[in-house]
């Protein structure tokens, strides 16, 4: 099983600021089978990059995401009010498909 | 518009059963594989399962918490994934969430669509 570990554990910023968010893997996730989710509070998740740097529809472009093997990065260059939420990593390099314990991003 | 509806959850004793069900609409629900994913209260996300297509065969792939325990199938005629949760347990509390899945080829599953959960609690 492929443990992913997100820090920091909670990230500080204001609004406009750049975030940067890392997912490391316990094994290498070949093919870059890596995506990034956002959870509002009382909300489900919500699909932002798959394949370690593809936006999902719909997600605008201050998200992108980058990396690779063990290291993935999510980057939020301007962030809106709106952008303050929790961010999940998943590997689906193969069942069972694992998720990092997330990284809360506060004002 | 993708749509997926979570229903069934509720309050049980350990060691009983429950089914909950995802409802679908707005897309051709036959042709996608479907997963469960759980969260326990303020804590992190995790994949319990998930049944791929009838045309792959509608065959399914539990984690190693929940394997002989739960039970997804499909009922294409009506778009609804099902999670029969047997056995259950105090740590099963959770919010279930059904997924829609996506894949580059294989099984190898990222999740585009997500239902608005709904809420198990186990607890006597």
């Known amino acids: 099983e492929i443990v992913l570990t997100q820090s920091p554990g909670t990230l500080s910023l204001s609004p406009g600021e750049r975030a940067t968010l890392s997912c490391r893997a316990s094994?290498?996730?070949?093919?870059?089978?890596l995506a990034w989710y956002q959870q509002r509070p009382g909300q489900p998740p919500r699909l932002l990059i798959y394949a370690a740097s593809s936006r999902a529809t719909g997600i605008p472009d201050r998200f992108s995401g980058s990396g690779s093997e063990t290291d993935f990065t999510l980057t939020i260059s301007r962030l809106e009010p709106e952008d303050f939420a929790v961010y999940f990593c998943?590997?689906?390099?193969?069942?069972?498909?694992?998720f990092g314990q997330g990284t809360r991003l506060e004002i | 518009e993708v749509q997926l509806v979570d229903s069934g959850g509720g309050l049980v004793q350990p060691g009983r059963s429950l089914r909950l069900s995802c409802t679908t609409s707005?897309?051709?629900?036959?042709?996608?594989?479907m997963s469960w994913v759980r969260q326990a209260p303020g804590k992190g996300l995790e994949w319990i399962g998930y049944i791929t297509s009838t045309t792959y065969g509608a065959t399914t792939q539990y984690a190693a918490s929940v394997k002989g325990r739960f039970t997804i199938s499909r009922d294409d005629s009506k778009n609804i994934s099902y999670l029969q949760m047997d056995s259950l347990k105090t740590e099963d509390t959770a919010v279930y969430y059904c997924?829609?899945?996506?894949?580059?080829?294989?099984?190898?599953?990222?999740?585009?669509?997500w239902g608005q959960g709904t809420l198990v609690t186990v607890s006597s």
């Open positions: 094994q290498s996730v070949t093919s870059r089978f």
């Open positions: 707005g897309f051709t629900f036959r042709h996608y594989a």
């Open positions: 998943q590997q689906y390099d193969g069942s069972p498909y694992t």
């Open positions: 997924t829609r899945n996506l894949s580059p080829g294989g099984n190898y599953y990222y999740f585009d669509y």
